[in-house]
């Protein structure tokens, strides 16, 4: 089995990583950012369109 992970960018403080999906919460929740803790709708951190459909394919 391939791991699958998306990209995630805080609109607030600029700051990239990565995360596994099925750790996400489901897309219309909210979501911190571990680097400056801004609180936003988990789809506002996608990076692209790809990586918000990987993160729905596994809710």
Same mark, same amino acid.
């Given at each position: @089995?391939?791991?699958?992970?998306?990209?995630?960018? =805080?609109?607030? =403080?600029?700051? &990239?990583?990565?995360? +596994?999906?099925? /750790? !996400?919460?489901?897309?219309?929740? +909210?979501? /911190?950012?571990? +680097?400056?803790?801004?609180?936003?709708? !988990?789809? &506002?951190? @996608?990076?692209?369109?790809?990586?918000?459909?990987?993160?729905?394919?596994?809710?």
């Amino acid at each position: @089995m391939v791991e699958a992970f998306v990209r995630l960018l =805080c609109p607030e =403080c600029g700051k &990239e990583w990565e995360a +596994n999906p099925s /750790d !996400l919460p489901a897309t219309r929740r +909210n979501f /911190d950012c571990p +680097n400056c803790h801004a609180t936003r709708r !988990l789809t &506002e951190f @996608m990076r692209t369109e790809r990586d918000l459909e990987i993160v729905k394919q596994f809710q």
